[in-house]
């Protein structure tokens, strides 16, 4: 195993493993989608959240070692098809379904083989340092506790169907196992981990963002039910849903991004990269990821009632639950990149936070009009507070894209200079 360098960035093995975030946040969309109900949705949230801490995981792996080096594709190919398994079994994950694997234990196991996994190969790396070694060994407990708390969770439905407090024990298992893991894994890391090299680390998380961003994509295209012809009003909320997902885009890729890496590579201290590590990516890129994957599920419905004749033209009216869904995901999205500016770069960024505040304020009004109207709303709000935010930089915009710029063109004159000495 070759160790990571300051310099390194994505590889593009751990874009392959990316591929299979892109099925499952489209599993985590089918699974509340199959049912519409706020318990429904919390377990979106949830199994979400395990995702984003088993690619944590991955992340973390990639930024100490170099993950296309020496044994370590294997491993990478072990957890993938773990992985897979794992995203596979996320409608059966709190629910076993009939005719086929129990769906709480795949769930489970594939979850403990992915941490196994990453733990293993930390472990490795630390095998000449006895007290590292120590502590990896303690921290290998902690997703033997959560698998443990997620089989017995798989269990509460089978065993206790007819209580009414089965589900909200259930949750509450789950909980439990999400705090065990975060809280418990942050508290051990932070005493050994470092941050080797913070342009992998950020374009690392900022791919993600780009693939759920993505996934509100497929949903506009996976929306309308299949055979159904190319009516107006999908046309219209299609092309509403890309504006929207421009401007979260826009949000995040045109300026703020470079910025927050700019912000990493300036921490010199290492407790002090390692705060913005965790406090930046690992915690407030997790809501960002969250917010998208809302708006893709309301996207998803509303695309596939507007293709239906039966639905009014406008469509049906949006309602508390999508509003929530649909307002609710921008507005979460919008401010976890004030949080993100606020922690980095101690910078409020009034144009977003007060766009969080409107869509807070106007979402009780959206939810009784027609869907078409309520998203047009939330597209012309969004698309508002992302332009008053490129406007209002103050010449703090060009500064940070001129650095950026600088940088990828010294970056390609170095590596011109190595290929014509070696190549």
């Known amino acids: 195993m070759r160790p990571g360098a300051p310099g390194s960035r994505t590889t593009r093995l751990e874009l392959f493993y990316d591929l299979v975030f892109v099925f499952a946040f489209i599993?985590?969309?089918?699974?509340?989608?199959?049912?519409?109900?706020?318990?429904n949705l919390y377990r979106c949230l949830l199994v979400l959240a395990l995702l984003w801490w088993s690619w944590t995981g991955f992340a973390r792996l990639g930024n100490a070692v170099r993950a296309d080096q020496g044994l370590l594709p294997l491993v990478g190919f072990l957890t993938v098809g773990a992985t897979f398994l794992l995203v596979l079994s996320v409608p059966g994950a709190f629910v076993d379904r009939p005719g086929g694997l129990n769906g709480p234990l795949v769930f489970a196991g594939?979850?403990?083989?992915?941490?196994?996994?990453?733990?293993?190969?930390?472990?490795?790396?630390?095998?000449s340092d006895p007290a590292r070694r120590q502590r990896l060994l303690l921290r290998a407990v902690l997703p033997t506790v959560a698998t443990a708390l997620l089989v017995v969770a798989g269990t509460v439905p089978q065993r206790l169907a007819d209580r009414p407090f089965a589900v909200p024990l259930q949750l509450t298992l789950w909980t439990v196992a999400l705090l065990v893991e975060y809280v418990g894994g942050v508290t051990l890391a932070r005493r050994w981990w470092v941050v080797v090299s913070a342009g992998h680390w950020a374009e690392r998380h900022a791919l993600m963002v780009l693939v759920a961003l993505g996934e509100?994509?497929?949903?506009?295209?996976?929306?309308?039910k299949t055979g159904l012809p190319l009516a107006r009003p999908v046309a219209v909320a299609a092309l509403l849903g890309v504006l929207v997902v421009a401007m979260l885009w826009w949000a995040y890729f045109d300026t703020?991004?470079?910025?927050?890496?700019?912000?990493?590579?300036?921490?010199?201290?290492?407790?002090?990269?390692?705060?913005?590590?965790?406090?930046?990516?690992?915690?407030?890129?997790?809501?960002l990821i969250a917010g998208v994957i809302l708006f893709a599920l309301g996207l998803k419905d509303l695309l596939a009632?507007?293709?239906?004749?039966?639905?009014p033209y406008w469509g049906e009216p949006l309602g508390g639950f999508w509003v929530t869904v649909f307002y609710g995901g921008v507005g979460l999205y919008l401010l976890s990149l004030v949080g993100?500016?606020?922690?980095?770069l101690r910078a409020v960024h009034w144009p977003l936070l007060i766009t969080v505040v409107v869509l807070a304020a106007v979402a009780p009004f959206a939810a009784p009009i027609p869907e078409l109207a309520a998203l047009g709303l939330l597209a012309v709000l969004t698309t508002i507070g992302v332009?008053?935010?490129?406007?209002?930089?103050?010449?703090?915009?060009?500064?940070?894209?001129?650095l950026a710029l600088e940088e990828q063109l010294a970056a390609e004159a170095d590596q011109s200079h190595w290929r014509q000495g070696h190549l």
């Open 27 to 39: 599993n985590v969309t089918t699974l509340t989608a199959t049912l519409l109900t706020p318990a």
């Open 216 to 224: 509100s994509i497929i949903a506009l295209g996976l929306g309308p």
């Open 256 to 287: 703020l991004a470079y910025a927050l890496e700019q912000a990493l590579h300036r921490a010199r201290d290492p407790a002090a990269r390692l705060r913005l590590a965790r406090d930046v990516y690992t915690f407030l890129h997790l809501p």
């Open 387 to 402: 332009v008053a935010e490129t406007f209002s930089e103050d010449g703090r915009r060009r500064q940070v894209r001129q």
């Open 110 to 127: 594939c979850f403990f083989v992915i941490r196994m996994a990453q733990l293993a190969v930390f472990a490795w790396v630390d095998r």
């Open 305 to 311: 009632e507007s293709a239906s004749p039966e639905t």
């Open 340 to 344: 993100c500016a606020l922690v980095a």
